[in-house]
């Protein structure tokens, strides 16, 4: 597709269950963020993927977290045993190594854990 | 420690006039900035940015103003027109840096017919 892709578009998820949501960013991107939007709060940075280095995982809240990107496109983001604070829109972003000109975002995942 | 602040969360304007949007930040390591647009359910969508070495720069619109020494940048949007209102985020890049853009709240944008 021509844009970065985000499944799915809503979860709802009790409290403690495992969530995994998922992110196709555009073909030839080669880094991907992960980012998430908490009511009334701005754009958070949870973790960037860059090429096949190492994934830069400062963001991340908590262990309960954690992303992984297969063959350099598809990542997937996972949080286990969720709580309600979880609750937020998730939002994927990939750019062409030279992000100066902006990254291009997905539609996102709200989350909602209850 | 918020290293991008956009103080106003609402501004109001009337269409046809000017919409001038704020941005401060603390980090001097920003290499460039960009302002995003969100609509409601939807991602941010790129619309513009500034390289910390020039002032301004202009798309149409849209025209972006650095200013270095007082660490503040701001979105002009002339004139304003129905579909300019949304969220509008402002972020700080540092190509040193991997943690990717920093972004400040946000500031929601309201054109009035």
């Known amino acids: 597709g021509a844009g970065v892709s985000q499944s799915p578009s809503n979860k709802v998820t009790e409290k403690g269950k495992d969530v995994e949501l998922r992110c196709d960013p555009i073909?030839?991107?080669?880094?991907l963020y992960w980012y998430r939007q908490r009511l009334g709060q701005g754009l958070e940075f949870l973790i960037y993927f860059q090429g096949n280095s190492a994934p830069d995982k400062s963001g991340l809240p908590s262990d309960r977290f954690s992303a992984e990107r297969t063959g350099g496109s598809v990542s997937t983001l996972t949080i286990q045993r969720t709580q309600q604070e979880d609750s937020a829109v998730y939002l994927c972003?990939?750019?062409?190594?030279?992000?100066?000109?902006?990254?291009?975002f997905g539609s996102g995942t709200r989350l909602t854990v209850v | 420690d918020q290293q991008v602040k956009q103080n106003s969360p609402s501004l109001s304007v009337q269409e046809g006039r000017i919409s001038i949007l704020n941005c401060d930040y603390t980090n001097s390591m920003f290499d460039y900035f960009l302002w995003y647009k969100k609509y409601p359910a939807e991602g941010p969508t790129f619309l513009i940015s500034i390289s910390s070495i020039k002032d301004k720069n202009e798309d149409g619109r849209f025209t972006v103003f650095l200013n270095k020494s007082a660490k503040h940048l701001s979105l002009h949007i002339v004139p304003s027109q129905p579909g300019d209102s949304a969220v509008y985020f402002c972020?700080?890049?540092w190509g040193g840096g991997a943690d990717g853009l920093t972004f400040g709240k946000g500031t929601h944008l309201i054109i009035q017919p």
């Open positions: 073909s030839g991107h080669t880094a």
């Open positions: 972020a700080g890049l």
């Open positions: 972003a990939s750019s062409p190594y030279q992000a100066e000109e902006g990254y291009t």
